[in-house]
């Protein structure tokens, strides 16, 4: 607050007047414009990590405007500490998101990883590992899914189950490699006579 002295001229008051005057409006616009970025940097916190980028950026632009704004003459040390406050938060938030993306991150390609790791322990476990074809497991469940079709649609199906002879002199006389040679050769012979929506597995 200015107040007048004796003496002071009555110029010299009217300039202490206005110099107050704009320097109040300065101030007033000043807050309005630290208001306006608060704003949008409320909304920016809650930002998803799909989101992280453009809150990245968001932080930086709001960053800037407020550093302009602290380089321009101002009138309040207050508004001034203010600035300084909201930029040392704004580098503390952009650090912490950083480092939560980086986990985010990692913690996502370890999800992958072992979604990755969980599909093939699936298809491993459907899958009998000598002739290549699928086990018994899978059989038994397309099984239940065509009883459960046959019940919905009445839609037929045929089983048919093949069994090689003498398959345990072959193991004896020639040896278990020359077997399980026999045991591929079987399964690739009927997996490519069978029809696109036929079903082959090892059942025993």
């Known amino acids: 607050v200015a107040l007048e002295t004796p003496h002071r001229s009555p ?3 009217t300039l202490i ?4 005057a704009a320097r109040d ?9 630290v208001r306006e970025l608060l704003i949008p940097l409320a909304n920016v916190v809650s930002v998803t990590e799909s989101a992280s980028g453009e809150a990245a950026e968001a932080f930086g632009n709001a960053r800037r405007a407020i550093r302009d704004l602290a380089t321009e003459k101002v009138a309040s040390p207050v508004l001034a500490e203010a600035q300084r406050i909201l930029i040392d938060e ?13 986990e985010l991150d ?8 072992q979604r990755r790791q969980i599909e093939e322990l699936r298809v491993q476990a459907r ?4 002739p290549g074809i699928p086990n018994r497991a899978s ?4 099984l239940d899914e065509y009883i459960a079709l046959l019940g919905r649609a009445n839609l037929a199906f045929t089983r048919l189950l093949q069994d090689i002879d ?3 002199r072959v193991n004896d006389v020639h040896g278990h490699v020359n077997g399980d040679r026999v045991l591929s050769g079987v399964a690739a012979r009927i997996t490519d006579s069978i029809r696109n929506n036929d079903f082959a597995a090892r059942y025993g």
């Open 11 to 13: 110029t010299r008051n």
């Open 25 to 33: 409006k300065q101030l007033d616009k000043s807050i309005q414009e």
């Open 166 to 168: 003498f398959f345990k």
């Open 106 to 113: 990692k913690a996502n390609q370890g999800i992958a990883e």
């Open 127 to 130: 899958i009998d590992g000598l």
């Open 90 to 102: 704004i580098d503390r938030v952009v650090q912490s998101n950083a480092k939560h993306h980086t």
């Open 17 to 20: 007047v206005e110099e107050v």
């Open 139 to 142: 059989f038994d469940e397309r």
